[in-house]
């Protein structure tokens, strides 16, 4: 009896260490281009700087 307990304690702690690894899938995510140009055409008016809409109805911009 104690040889089985023996036995099975140490197939039980030579089995801890041990890990199942399944098949896996690694996916990168999208690749984003970024194209502020507006066409290569940048307007006069603004010369491509950025206005708060509450600073254009003012006339700061």
């Known amino acids: 009896m104690k040889i089985k307990t ?3 304690l140490s197939i ?7 890990t199942l690894r399944g098949p896996s899938i690694k ?3 999208p ?3 970024v194209d502020d140009s507006a066409n ?3 307007s006069q ?3 491509g700087s950025f206005c708060p ?9």
Do not use: H, R
């Open 12 to 18: 039980l702690i030579l089995i801890t260490g041990c």
């Open 53 to 61: 809409p509450g600073q254009a109805k003012k006339g700061n911009c």
């Open 31 to 33: 690749e984003v281009i």
């Open 45 to 47: 008016k603004n010369k």
């Open 27 to 29: 996916v990168s995510g």
């Open 6 to 8: 023996l036995i099975s």
């Open 40 to 42: 290569g055409k940048v």
